[in-house]
């Protein structure tokens, strides 16, 4: 087994690393959030890093999706490993390339940062739509949950496409687990050179079109033989679920992390079970575990590849014992009987119980349901909703969870204060505005704790559509255990608010729990900053009886010649005062990261950080405040009261930060 090395990295890194150390072309283009997986193998290779073979992998950027697709469908005739990465609307424009490549058995990997595709209106964010659309193209999809997981079904797919000429999707949630940062264990090149063979690379180079050994490819066919031709891949596809579980047992066998083409979780003698796939599956493990500790029959099973669809692997995994069982799925098909995953487990169950090979005593319940389209949250409360629609006698079908659909009545209640999150756990909240320099320092923080400590980090980063100028917020959690928590964080231990306008505009507080520690940057010392506080922030602070710090970074960071750049002073108060790390130890790796950035720039540029470090310890101040409220200033309504009423009811509830809470019937149809 290989020497684990641990690294701070998020899912598009993880997936670029194994990417480029095992292709030789590498075609891309950018769209979001994938385009980080292009420009870092783009990176890799002006840095001349070697694939596990010692070659350079060559790198182009075409001038769209379809000329990647064709590049890649161009370079692989040839003979070439090759692969290209892309979201939403630029995987359907590589469709067309899809069904060649496939249907000439050639095998690739596609890396997909799933997105959801442009409906009633344009979404970066992520869920399966795009990934969905292109399941009949011939293409193995393989799903990756987490970020450990996109570096090792990255390379599991590389493997299994080489031997069994299936093509691959590997595709993982686009933001919350392309943009997540974990530490996860890296998979050294030599795993990766001992699980791709040899002669499976030597038979794709045979097989390359070439004048010195003709053969020929892409033909014509009439109605006598295309319906039979097209019968001739079935033994492939065949063969590959069964080519997937040995590449992952091997894979086990080399770095001990054991995965199935359709994993089990929760109680051996469950009742109801939920299935599904992606980083929502993380959610529903957390909340299984914790049910189950509390006594409940439940359970779930995570889809690892979803096609080829093996339906004896999956009626392998579910419990005898079940019941009823919740399919879920991150995509919509308006007008189907139902969306993928249901109707492959619903004809899964039906087709063996008529068979009469279903290992089940009684016939469960099958129902759908539909979750997180456009990054919608999905949460520890809803898996329970879930769970507990089980439970009835008519559990609800075609059902969705997370909105308040009170139009044609398919969501279902939740209990918003339900939470699993360890008090283990340690969770901070960050708001800042896009650019200031919040989410860089907090990636920074993360890679601090995570490399000094033996705590396993995590960090998510809320971005407005907007980016720069916008809100942003960072969600980061520390613990001894790896962490599953795939969603926002609303119970911080810590809180800090790097603009100080923010207090009027936005309910942040409410995200704090009882006796946790609020870290305001403000144009005020600890003496008067109590008068300058909206009033529903005052009784928020009373009433939890938060630790309350205040710092002046604009002024230390104007006086420090940093401009506006308050970053590396707000992170120097977060690891004074949370206590994450001791103080001493923080500023020391702080001042090692600032010696690491900015080294190449010049000793005067890491002087002067290193001031502004120190500046920054000497000036965050406690304050003691009063036990009652007695602040004039309110929070400001997000819009005009003589707004007209779809901006007051609707934008304004946006603006507020409310929109998750909108009912279906206060939206635009179209």
């Keep these: 087994m290989s020497e684990k090395n641990m690294v701070v990295v998020d899912g598009n890194t993880a997936v670029a690393h194994v990417a480029h150390a095992t292709n030789e072309v590498i075609a891309i283009y950018p769209i979001t959030p994938s385009s980080p997986m292009g420009e870092l193998s783009d990176q890799y290779s002006a840095e001349k890093r070697p694939n596990i073979w010692g070659t350079v992998p060559h790198v182009v950027e075409m001038q769209s999706e379809a000329g990647a697709a064709g590049s890649v469908h161009g370079a692989l005739t040839t003979g070439a490993l090759t692969t290209t990465f892309t979201s939403s609307q630029g995987l359907l424009l590589m469709i067309p390339n899809m069904y060649k490549i496939a249907g000439e058995l050639t095998p690739t990997v596609f890396h997909i940062a799933a997105r959801a595709v442009s409906a009633q209106a344009l979404s970066i964010f992520g869920d399966h739509s795009d990934v969905m659309a292109a399941r009949a193209t011939g293409f193995g999809l393989l799903s990756s949950n987490s970020i450990q997981e996109t570096m090792d079904m990255g390379l599991i797919a590389q493997a299994a496409t080489l031997e069994s000429r299936v093509p691959f999707i590997h595709f993982f949630d686009g933001f919350r687990s392309s943009h997540e940062i974990q530490k996860i264990e890296e998979v050294p090149y030599d795993v990766m050179r001992k699980l791709i063979k040899s002669e499976h690379v030597h038979a794709h180079r045979k097989r390359a ?270 613990g001894k255990d790896p962490i599953k928590s795939t969603y926002l964080i609303d119970k911080a231990n810590f809180l800090a608010c790097h603009k100080f306008s923010f207090l009027e505009k936005l309910d942040m507080l409410s995200k704090v729990v009882e006796g946790g520690v609020f870290l305001l940057a403000a144009p005020f010392g600890p003496d008067e900053v109590w008068d300058h506080l909206p009033v529903e922030v005052q009784k928020q602070i009373i009433d939890k009886k938060l630790q309350f710090y205040v710092i002046d970074a604009l002024k230390i960071a104007e006086e420090m010649g940093m401009g506006s750049r308050i970053n590396v002073i707000m992170q120097t108060a977060f690891f004074k005062i949370s206590g994450i790390l001791p103080e001493d130890e923080a500023v020391a790796l702080i001042k090692d990261a600032i010696q690491k950035t900015y080294g190449t720039k010049g000793q005067d540029i890491v002087d002067k950080n290193i001031a502004t470090v120190e500046r920054a310890l000497a000036n965050v101040h406690k304050v003691e405040y009063p036990k009652s409220a007695s602040s004039t200033i309110s929070m400001v309504e997000p819009v005009s009261k003589d707004a007209p009423k779809f901006v007051r009811e609707v934008t304004g509830e946006i603006i507020a930060g409310r929109g998750d809470k909108l009912p279906v019937s206060k939206l635009p149809e179209d």
């Excluded at 006598?224 to 019968?231: H, K, Y």
């Excluded at 995965?259 to 493990?285: H, N």
């Excluded at 995570?302 to 069982?325: G, Y």
């Excluded at 995590?458 to 407005?464: K, P, R, S, T």
């Design 209 to 478: 079109l070439n004048p010195e050994n003709p053969s020929i490819r892409g033909t014509s066919q009439n109605p006598d033989v295309f319906f039979a031709a097209r019968e001739t891949v079935n033994k492939y596809y065949n063969a590959t679920p069964g080519i997937v579980q040995k590449t992952m047992d091997e894979f086990a066998s080399l770095t001990g992390r054991q995965y199935k083409l359709f994993d089990y979780v929760g109680a051996p003698d469950a009742e109801r079970v939920a299935i599904l796939m992606g980083s929502a599956a993380e959610t529903m493990e957390e909340t299984v575990q914790y049910l189950v500790s509390q006594g409940e029959k439940v359970g779930m099973i995570k889809v690892r590849l979803f096609r080829p669809f093996d339906t004896k692997a999956l009626l392998e995994a579910l419990p005898k014992t079940v019941k009823a069982i919740a399919a879920l799925d991150r995509t919509k098909e308006p007008g189907a009987l139902g969306e993928p995953l249901y109707e492959d487990v619903w004809s899964t169950v039906s087709e063996a119980s008529g068979a009469g090979t279903a290992p089940f005593s009684a016939v469960p319940k099958i129902v759908g349901g539909r979750y997180g389209l456009g990054s919608c949250e999905f949460t520890p409360a809803m898996c329970k909703a879930v769970l507990d629609n089980l439970a009835a006698d008519k559990p609800k079908n075609h059902f969705t969870v997370g909105i308040n659909d009170d139009v044609t009545q398919t969501s279902l209640p939740y209990d918003p204060s339900f939470s699993t999150e360890p008090d283990t756990v340690h969770r901070m909240l960050f708001y800042g505005l896009g650019a200031d320099g919040t989410v860089g320092a907090n990636k920074n923080s993360i890679i601090i704790i995570g490399e000094a400590t033996d705590n396993y980090a995590q960090g998510y980063f809320v971005y407005d559509s907007k980016k720069s100028g916008a809100t942003t917020v960072s969600h980061l959690r520390f």
